[in-house]
């Protein structure tokens, strides 16, 4: 079947724009978590959501960044007025049920966004 | 405060060799701990995990893993590497004071020579 997908792969944006970065969960599942990797480093934790409610945003950097599921499928995040230091790889994942670190998580491609 | 280090940040490898990937945790009680591939273009892959019971970790793609608890240490290794193999890969831990967040390596890069 098919996996997690993200759209668009690349994006590149001026310093100050808006970006909206989409993520297809596995269909099915429950949980749906977004990931920022910056060059080098491991994935760090942003938000995530069970069905269309978003139970942990404790990882989002600023109020620049919003997420949102509100079908409990499709999720988009979105970051405003970007920066710079946003340029990353964002990755989405989901897991067949709940958030116990016991389920798999899967990850779609990332989506990789460079500031300029 | 808990981490995760993968001390080599590049690491290569002829075809056929035997390879170990190091990855060492600082965590107060037995962690969960992970084994993850990223292949250029492609999205992160669960390798293995631990959780309890037996050490010696079997995975996909012919991969295991050992926990070794006096070591703090979860080392990947695989006897003979294919030229699929390159990729980067990330050591994780389950987060101690959340049952979902994990604590991520830094990943090392395997390039296999021919």
């Known amino acids: 079947g098919a996996g997690v997908s993200q759209s668009p792969r690349y994006k590149v944006a001026k310093r100050g724009q808006d970006v909206a970065l989409r993520c297809d969960p596995i269909?099915?599942?429950?949980?749906l978590f977004w990931y920022q990797q910056a060059l080098g480093q491991g994935p760090e934790f942003l938000t995530y959501?069970?069905?269309?409610?978003?139970?942990?945003k404790s990882g989002l950097p600023s109020d620049r960044f919003f997420a949102e599921r509100p079908e409990g499928s499709v999720s988009t995040l979105k970051i405003q007025r970007t920066q710079q230091e946003d340029s990353a790889v964002y990755l989405c994942?989901?897991?067949?049920?709940?958030?116990?670190?016991?389920?798999?998580?899967?990850f779609g491609p990332g989506t990789r966004l460079l500031v300029l | 405060a808990q981490s995760v280090t993968q001390p080599d940040i590049h690491i290569t490898v002829s075809e056929g060799a035997s390879l170990e990937l190091r990855c060492n945790y600082s965590?107060?009680?037995?962690?969960?701990l992970f084994w993850y591939v990223q292949s250029p273009g492609q999205g992160l892959q669960l390798l293995l995990k631990?959780?309890?019971?037996d050490t010696l970790v079997q995975g996909i793609k012919g991969f295991e893993a050992e926990f070794k608890r006096s070591q703090s240490s979860f080392n990947l290794r695989k006897p003979s590497v294919h030229w699929s193999d390159a990729a980067e890969y990330f050591c994780?831990?389950?987060?101690?004071?959340?049952?979902?967040?994990?604590?991520w390596g830094a990943g090392t890069k395997l390039i296999i020579k021919p």
């Open positions: 994780a831990v389950g987060a101690p004071d959340s049952n979902y967040q994990l604590i």
């Open positions: 959501f069970q069905n269309e409610a978003q139970l942990d």
């Open positions: 269909s099915g599942h429950v949980s």
């Open positions: 631990y959780f309890s019971g």
């Open positions: 965590y107060g009680a037995t962690p969960y």
């Open positions: 994942a989901s897991s067949l049920r709940d958030r116990r670190i016991q389920e798999t998580q899967y």
